[in-house]
């Protein structure tokens, strides 16, 4: 008991230090698309240092940023300012991950959360059923469906809340790989526009294209159309204005049925690695920052907003080095390659972090050969 306390007041205290220590500068970067790297300096009080107009510049100019008024620029540099502070916050607080500046840094909390995440209600559909409980014990150290043709590159969601339809045709994606061998990039532009899935009990749970949705909802409705189009034959265009185009005699990949993962990250990983990549919610507060490395925060909700594909799993050391090699998820996000490690994002596992095994589900595709 008297060990147990003692372990306990040395974690808060170092804890507390993560939080609280103030360095005299610290270096934040994300990449561009040439050889240059964007460095923030930020000093002790969290303010830019040699130039925060500058930095703004490269920032505009690596993501392609314009705005309409000067009072538009003058308003977006100060939140541009605010967010660097905030990615400083991020760095104490998950110091395995690089947090910095992101396509996002010129959006307040609240404009993120409302533009580009979207989940809706968090209802179990009818149709779901419980994953059966898969055997654990051989399987393999680290795993990763892109090795293995299973998942379609990063796309790019827009300034569109329509995450929940990427997590629900990368899962698709990945089980008609696994049921056909071939791999298809299927329309989020038909689950925007069609799909209005709804609960009767559940006032506001609709599926609701740019307004958010929720992934076993979509698999719902993909079971009862009969099935998704192509990215092709129904391109994405991020607005939910459009009308309903699906076409039943285009169909390309068909939902057999899906299933609701326990939260137990061993029976995750048997799940991924038997039956491919997975749609996954998560709480995605640390995202609008991060930068690359293992995200594993000593603080996060677990309020999901975010929907999400796991393709794979792995572990690795980071600095500093008194800290132990850490196992993580990893995750296909849906805002481009430019965010993140590619487009793709790690997370921590062994302690539901931010979520991430609160709702996992899986899906099966009926065994049909897609005619080009």
């Given at each position: 008991?008297h060990?147990?306390?003692?372990?306990?007041?040395?974690?808060?205290?170092?804890?507390?230090?993560?939080?609280?220590?103030?360095?005299?500068?610290?270096?934040?970067?994300?990449?561009?698309?040439?050889?240059?790297?964007?460095?923030?300096?930020?000093?002790?009080?969290?303010?830019?240092?040699?130039?925060?107009?500058?930095h703004?510049?490269?920032?505009?100019?690596?993501?392609?940023?314009?705005?309409?008024?000067?009072?538009?620029?003058?308003?977006?540099?100060?939140?541009?300012?605010?967010?660097?502070?905030?990615?400083?916050?991020?760095?104490?607080?998950?110091?395995?991950?690089?947090?910095?500046?992101?396509q996002?840094?010129?959006?307040?909390?609240?404009?993120?959360?409302?533009?580009?995440?979207?989940?809706?209600?968090?209802?179990?559909?009818?149709?779901?059923?419980?994953?059966?409980?898969?055997?654990?014990?051989?399987l393999?150290?680290?795993?990763?469906?892109?090795?293995?043709?299973?998942?379609?590159?990063?796309?790019?969601?827009?300034?569109?809340?329509?995450?929940?339809?990427?997590?629900t045709?990368?899962a698709?994606?990945?089980?008609h790989?696994?049921?056909?061998?071939?791999?298809?990039?299927?329309?989020?532009?038909?689950?925007?526009?069609?799909?209005?899935?709804?609960?009767?009990?559940?006032?506001?749970?609709?599926?609701?294209?740019?307004?958010?949705?929720?992934?076993?909802?979509?698999?719902?409705?993909?079971?009862?159309?009969?099935?998704?189009?192509?990215?092709?034959?129904?391109p994405?265009?991020?607005?939910?204005?459009?009308?309903?185009?699906?076409?039943?005699?285009?169909?390309?990949?068909?939902?057999?049925?899906?299933?609701?993962?326990?939260?137990n990250?061993?029976?995750?990983?048997?799940?991924?690695?038997?039956?491919?990549?997975?749609?996954?919610?998560?709480?995605?507060?640390?995202?609008?920052?991060?930068?690359?490395?293992?995200?594993?925060?000593?603080?996060?909700?677990?309020?999901?907003?975010?929907?999400?594909?796991?393709?794979?799993?792995?572990?690795?050391?980071?600095?500093?080095?008194?800290?132990?090699?850490?196992?993580?998820?990893?995750?296909?996000?849906?805002?481009?390659?430019?965010?993140?490690?590619?487009g793709?994002?790690?997370?921590?596992?062994?302690?539901?972090?931010?979520g991430?095994?609160?709702?996992?589900?899986?899906?099966?595709?009926?065994?049909?050969?897609?005619?080009?």
């Amino acid at each position: 008991m008297h060990q147990s306390f003692s372990f306990f007041i040395v974690f808060s205290f170092l804890f507390i230090s993560a939080i609280s220590s103030e360095t005299e500068t610290e270096t934040l970067s994300v990449r561009s698309d040439g050889d240059q790297l964007i460095r923030q300096v930020v000093d002790g009080d969290g303010e830019l240092r040699l130039g925060a107009e500058h930095h703004f510049s490269l920032f505009k100019r690596r993501f392609g940023k314009s705005y309409g008024s000067q009072e538009e620029h003058d308003y977006r540099f100060k939140v541009f300012k605010a967010n660097i502070r905030r990615a400083k916050r991020h760095q104490k607080l998950d110091p395995s991950a690089a947090h910095g500046v992101t396509q996002f840094s010129d959006l307040t909390a609240s404009e993120f959360r409302r533009t580009y995440l979207g989940l809706r209600g968090l209802r179990l559909p009818s149709d779901a059923n419980k994953a059966p409980i898969l055997p654990t014990d051989d399987l393999p150290a680290d795993f990763d469906w892109r090795d293995r043709g299973a998942v379609t590159p990063p796309k790019n969601q827009g300034s569109c809340g329509s995450c929940w339809s990427f997590s629900t045709t990368g899962a698709l994606e990945g089980a008609h790989f696994l049921a056909t061998g071939e791999l298809i990039s299927l329309s989020e532009q038909q689950l925007v526009d069609c799909d209005h899935e709804c609960d009767p009990d559940e006032p506001g749970s609709c599926d609701s294209g740019c307004n958010g949705g929720l992934m076993n909802s979509a698999f719902e409705y993909t079971l009862k159309a009969g099935g998704l189009m192509t990215e092709k034959d129904y391109p994405y265009t991020g607005t939910d204005r459009g009308t309903c185009k699906f076409d039943k005699t285009k169909i390309a990949a068909s939902v057999a049925n899906f299933s609701v993962i326990s939260l137990n990250e061993d029976q995750i990983a048997a799940n991924l690695v038997n039956n491919g990549p997975l749609a996954v919610a998560i709480n995605a507060v640390y995202m609008q920052t991060y930068v690359s490395g293992v995200s594993c925060p000593y603080i996060c909700s677990k309020r999901l907003d975010h929907g999400v594909l796991l393709v794979g799993y792995g572990s690795a050391g980071y600095a500093p080095v008194r800290m132990k090699e850490k196992p993580y998820w990893i995750i296909k996000n849906s805002w481009g390659e430019n965010w993140g490690e590619n487009g793709f994002y790690k997370i921590c596992r062994g302690r539901n972090i931010c979520g991430v095994d609160s709702m996992v589900s899986t899906v099966a595709a009926v065994h049909t050969t897609f005619q080009q």
